[in-house]
């Protein structure tokens, strides 16, 4: 099995500047894939952006230009977030895929990111 445990999100006002941190433990060894989502009240839980073990990343088109995802290869997941909107409001979530075993997922327990304006 594979933990992982987010921190850093918070307060920031409109335009600031927030990054995220998620930790990996456990089976390390089966981990793929990484990436973040993230959930806004009364909305889909969606990705934000994605790394692979080769480091191609991917974002979100609502992202792209503002955020930027790494890892480094003690299996810790970044993700840098600047120019923050209000829309990006929302708990973040770090993922993690399974290489053994595809149609399984890690997640972890997730971090509130809260942009005022």
């Known amino acids: 099995q594979v933990q992982l445990v987010e921190s850093g999100g918070g307060l920031v006002q409109a335009g600031g500047s927030l990054g995220l941190s998620c930790v990996a433990s456990?089976?390390?060894?089966?981990?793929?894939?990484m990436g973040w989502y993230r959930q806004a009240p009364g909305k889909q839980r969606e990705l934000v952006a994605a790394i692979s073990s080769g480091a191609s990343t991917n974002y979100a088109d609502s992202v792209r230009g503002r955020f930027t995802i790494s890892r480094d290869n003690e299996m810790t997941l970044y993700l840098q977030m600047n120019s923050l909107k209000p829309e990006d409001t929302a708990v973040y979530y770090c993922n993690a895929d399974d290489r053994f075993a595809p149609q399984r997922g890690y997640w972890g327990q997730g971090t509130q990111v809260t942009v005022a304006s």
């Open positions: 456990g089976s390390i060894f089966r981990i793929n894939r």
